[in-house]
């Protein structure tokens, strides 16, 4: 297929964790010497949905206004059979009119999700990619998200001005459900294939030079032969250094090379997996503030223990504490607005803010609720704080906080990516969408407190 | 409306309390038994000579079943109440209420927990099932909370704040260790609370009471017929139990540095009981001191120092056993842990050996008015109940 489709791309934003795992550390506890690379990795509490809402949650102000649709991409959901999208739209304050589901759970479908969506559709795509310890991929595959924002020519920051695919029934690598991780099948033959599919599907005029060229493939042997394949058409460059980041893998680079671009510069992208994907986008006047990379801020290093505990493949010995209890279905659907979108109650007589909802106002005793506020981006400031040694976390132990809003309100809540060292009364706190805990096979999703500036 | 309380109205004629600790060796309905036979004995009844019954537990057994099919009551009206930690005073509220009611001539309140089964660090509490929002702090993490709010309330720095809450601790397990009902009995040292392992905040494990069995009963009759059974009988000037809106967890005016609910029960009680200067007028004071910040901040809430000049009086001694004003002199939570529903009466059961001269060496020279306070649930969202108790009625009856 080779398309003069023209698509609208209102912004984007990707989000990296903060925390990498590092070749060195790996090798410090095989007791080797050495020991190089690195790749993103996601925290304790953040799963391949989370990653896709905080990265939405970086968007430009505004930019979800008028979205209609949402696609969820991931290899590595949290759920089958139920829909992701629903928990995403939720927490990104998307009305219950907004058409969410998931799209897919090959590496591929981001990148269709996208040459496939009309204007109004926030494509998210994110993974959480777990490699068997030793694996070749444990260093080179992260983990990230990233939101695009599909919209028509007429309000796009950039526009993806030509695009071409070709498929191929290929077995290079592929995951069984049973599994948590990606199995690969011997990695030198299919790089040939795939540089003839790419040399198909880029040959035309089109794609002839660009200002960026971008190259998204699981494998480092294919993504440096396509990288010289493609390096007389425009300046080679890698946007991430997170690893190759799966189904966010081609949007990441895509949003990191358009946030670079000045007016009118262009960017040739190719997606390699199950045949090739290759587009060129065209960055207009306000690409540079549209397009959020996943930057990230100071990375935090975990021991390869901490990684391995955090991904499942090491059993610790829990607290001599009762488990977390599963959520309730019905309470869940009863307080889906507090939950999922953090919406709290406002006295319609006193104007004063419950966090969470009450039904009777604690000030003037009114049963009268005026609109509800959404406090998912209202500043906030401890007021007192404790490091829970005993409870139960996914990332022991706890950082919790009594937090008051600025527009009213007070809430306990868990801290994550955060320095227990930082705490202070008056330390200001950003909210952030997280899974708590899974029990019975549920994941508990909740709101936690990220101190600012302490996370990526 | 408002509440009138029952100021020498009620007696209690007989109390029985069983040592608290690790009992593995007994069960919820042997420490039933010895409790009720204990108050029983103690006040020359039979346990048929009373009328109805009312048994505090959290979660050692639904239902008066649990008291009834233990010391085999036939007949007879047994109520369980629960009002989380501070259900051991609930049971002798309601008990006394009922006496002083005229419906009934003779109460028992007896509280139970049999905690050390269930085989978890810590208490554990069974919460109906619900949406997964709350936030599932412990309990030593919720009372951590008012360290540093009082610190950044009062500008203390963090090392008077330690000196003070070790004070506490060091104070109440030295009293403890004069207490053969308690489950610590060794006094422990300030360099060992210092040192204590961390469990919450700057909370050790010193800092922390105890998880313990245990089981504390009074009987109680109308004031008028108390002098029928014993020439000592212990007299109930107030019992005030507040039930908090929530406020501290949702109204960010609201201070941390405080528990606001044991302030108003305080002022209930002393209203009722005519007590107008507690810190010169309680002769004891057994608080619920389940980690030491809260015994803290009682000291400023129950009105026996002025807000922010707590910890200065704790440094100073006011509290201590040979203080102006004796607080836990038997130990309190910290020494006996805290088996939940026996609490409240094993915190009464002090003011009665106190009055009648059988605290041993603990013994206070004299005392008239003592009080207990307990605390249920935590800061931000509590029950709060203060006992006011005298060894004499008053002139004016």
Known sequence: ?456 | MTSHGIRDRVAIIGMGCTRFGELWDRGTADMLVEAANGSARSAGVALDDIDAFWLGTMDSGYSGLTLSTAIKVHGKPVTRVENMCATGSEALRAAVYAVASGAIDMAMAIGVEKLKDSGYAGLVRVDPPDDGTATETTAPAAFSYLAPAYQAAYGLDGETMRQALTHIAVKNHANGARNERAQFRSPVTADAVNSSPLVAGTLGILDCSGVADGAAAAIVVRAEDAYRYTDRPMFVKALSVVAGDGRAMLDDDASYASIPEAAQSAANAYREAGITDPRHEISLAEVHDCFTPTELVLMEDLGFSGRGKGYQDVLDGVFDADGQLPVNVDGGLKSFGHPIGATGLRMAFECWLQFRGEAGPRQLPGPEIGLTHNLGGRPGRCVSFVGIFGKSPSPRL
């Open chain 1, 1 to 456: 297929m080779s398309s003069g489709h023209v698509i609208g791309l209102r912004a984007a934003a990707g989000y990296v964790p903060r925390y990498r795992l590092t070749g060195e550390e790996i090798a410090r506890s095989n007791n080797r010497k050495g020991g190089k690379g690195a790749r993103s990795l996601a925290g304790p509490d953040e799963d391949s949905l989370t990653l896709a809402v905080e990265a939405a949650r970086r968007l430009p102000p505004g930019a979800l206004d008028g979205v209609t649709r949402v696609l969820f991409c991931s290899t590595t959901p949290p759920y089958l059979v139920k829909n992701n999208a629903s928990t995403a739209a939720a927490a990104l304050g998307l009305g219950d009119d907004v058409l969410a589901v998931d799209a897919g759970g090959a590496l591929r479908s981001a990148v269709g999700a996208v040459l496939g969506a009309t204007a109004g559709t926030l494509v998210l795509a994110a993974d959480v990619n777990t490699s068997r310890p030793g694996a070749p991929r444990e260093l080179a595959h992260g983990d990230a998200g990233v939101a695009v924002v599909v919209g028509d020519t007429t309000d796009a920051a950039a526009t993806i001005v030509a695009a071409s695919s070709r498929t191929e029934e290929i077995q290079d690598q592929w995951r069984d459900t049973r599994q948590p991780w990606v199995s690969q099948s011997e990695d030198r033959f299919p790089v040939s294939r795939y540089l003839s599919l790419l040399a198909d599907a880029a040959s035309g005029d089109e794609f002839a030079t660009a200002d960026r060229v971008v190259v998204s493939a699981p494998s480092a042997r294919i993504t440096s032969a396509a990288e010289r394949q493609l390096g007389d058409r425009g300046k080679v460059t890698r946007t991430t250094e997170a690893g190759y980041t799966g189904c966010a893998d081609f949007l990441l680079r895509l949003c990191g090379a358009l946030a670079e671009c000045a007016a009118g510069q262009t960017v040739l992208v190719a997606g390699l997996t199950d045949g090739c994907d290759v587009i060129l986008a065209r960055g207009g006047a306000t690409a540079g503030t549209a397009f959020v990379p996943g930057g990230s801020g100071e990375a935090t290093v975990p021991t390869y223990l901490q990684a391995l505990t955090w991904r499942g493949l090491l059993e610790r010995e829990p607290p001599r504490r009762p488990e977390s209890r599963p959520v309730s279905a019905p309470a869940a659907l009863r307080g889906a607005p507090w939950k999922y979108s953090l919406l709290a109650s406002q006295c319609a007589a006193c104007g004063f803010v419950s966090t969470p909802p009450q039904q009777v106002c604690l000030r003037c005793g009114s049963t009268e609720h005026g609109p509800a506020v959404n406090m998912t981006r209202q500043p906030a400031t401890i007021r007192t704080f404790s490091v829970d040694r005993l409870a139960y976390s996914l990332n022991p132990p706890m950082v919790a906080a009594v937090i008051g809003f600025a527009p009213g309100g007070r809430l306990e809540v868990e801290l994550t990516d955060s320095d227990p060292a930082a705490l202070r009364v008056g330390a200001p706190v950003r909210m952030t969408f997280r899974r708590r805990h899974s029990s019975g096979g549920v994941h508990n999703y909740v709101w936690k407190a990220v101190l600012e500036g302490g996370a990526s």
